[in-house]
Every structure is written in structure tokens, then in C-alpha cells.
């Protein structure tokens, strides 16, 4: 069964930095484009960023380009989305996933709270 686990999410001020972690297991991803999304409450889910297979090519949301980082350790399974200057417009539920999207294989996401 394939699993995607995020964690890393906390509270944070207005101008900090967390390190989300996306753990796969079940299959291997190497050769997926995989991709953050996060959900705010009221808000539709929207995309954050995404990373190649090789990790070679990333792309980004603009209200987000500058600030996070998006890499991958395929060794590992793992996708990672560092995240500086955060604002209060960043809280969210983060999610990952293949991209485009995989319905079955959301999770339960990390929740990131920006205080201002």
C-alpha cells in the first residue's frame, strides 16, 4: 500500500523557517515529479511547489518563489520543502504529492501555523 507521510509542521513567528518532510513508502518515486500543496481553512487546495524526478528541475507558486525550497533525497524516499520568511498568509495544512496528483495518495498532511 502506498503511503505518503508529511511532517515537520509547527507554529512559528512571522519571518521563521521550518523544514517539511514528505516519507514514501510502498513504491519507490524516483521517477515521479512530486509536488507540495497546502489547504488553508475556507481556502481550495492549491499548489506549492514541485520537484522533477531527478530533482533537476523545481517550479514554484509565486506567492512562494524565494522563500521555499523544494528537493528531494531519492535515496531515502523523501521529498522536502524548506520554507523562510514565513508570513501569515503561509498557514496551512502542507500536503505532497506526485504531480499531477495521485488521488489515493493524499495523506493526512502537516499543519503550518504562522503567527504575526
Known amino acids: 500500500q502506498v503511503r505518503l507521510v508529511e511532517s515537520g509542521g509547527g507554529l512559528v513567528q512571522a519571518g521563521g523557517s521550518l523544514r517539511l518532510s514528505c516519507a514514501a513508502s510502498g513504491r519507490t518515486f524516483s521517477s515521479y515529479y512530486m509536488g507540495w500543496f497546502r489547504q488553508a481553512p475556507g481556502k481550495e487546495r492549491e499548489f506549492v511547489a514541485a520537484?522533477?524526478?531527478?530533482?533537476?528541475?523545481?517550479t514554484y507558486a509565486d506567492s512562494v518563489k524565494g522563500r521555499f525550497t523544494i528537493s528531494r533525497d531519492n535515496a531515502k524516499n523523501t521529498v522536502y520543502l524548506e520554507m523562510n520568511s514565513l508570513k501569515p498568509e503561509d498557514t496551512a495544512v502542507y500536503y505532497c504529492?506526485?504531480?499531477?496528483?495521485?488521488?489515493?495518495?493524499w495523506g493526512q498532511g502537516t499543519q503550518v501555523t504562522v503567527s504575526s
Open positions: 520537484i522533477s524526478g531527478t530533482g533537476g528541475h523545481t
Open positions: 504529492n506526485t504531480r499531477p496528483v495521485t488521488r489515493d495518495y
